[in-house]
């Protein structure tokens, strides 16, 4: 069974960085896509940014220059790295698997960023 654990969410000023983890389990040597999604309260859940197995990347236009997706196939891991972050940044993010044609989600992980 596939399962994702999110970590390194948190509260951070603005200016801050915080980094994301998201580790598959479940005999995954290679996946088709994995990402983050963030949803704020109130608004819809989108795409803040996505690896493909061969290692393209697509960001949001929104945190483009300020994070980075990258990936440890060996360890079927995804991080972001969020710098310069601001306060609309605030959401709860949520890891995302393509996997074999199936989707999973992870539970979430809150990100604060105060002015």
């Known amino acids: 069974q596939v399962q994702l654990v999110e970590s390194g969410g948190g509260l951070v000023h603005a200016g801050g960085s915080l980094r994301l983890s998201c580790a598959a389990s479940?005999?995954?040597?290679?996946?088709?896509?994995m990402g983050w999604y963030r949803q704020a309260p109130g608004k819809q859940r989108h795409l803040v940014a996505l690896?493909?197995?061969?290692?393209?990347?697509n960001l949001a236009e929104s945190v483009k220059g300020r994070f980075t997706i990258s990936r440890d196939s060996a360890k079927a891991t995804v991080y972001l790295q969020m710098n310069s972050l601001k306060p609309e940044d605030t959401a709860v993010y949520y890891c995302?698997?393509?996997?074999?044609?199936?989707?999973?989600w992870g539970q979430g992980t809150q990100v604060t960023v105060s002015s």
């Open positions: 995302k698997l393509f996997f074999k044609g199936n989707v999973y």
């Open positions: 479940g005999n995954i040597f290679t996946f088709d896509a």
């Open positions: 690896i493909n197995a061969s290692g393209s990347t």
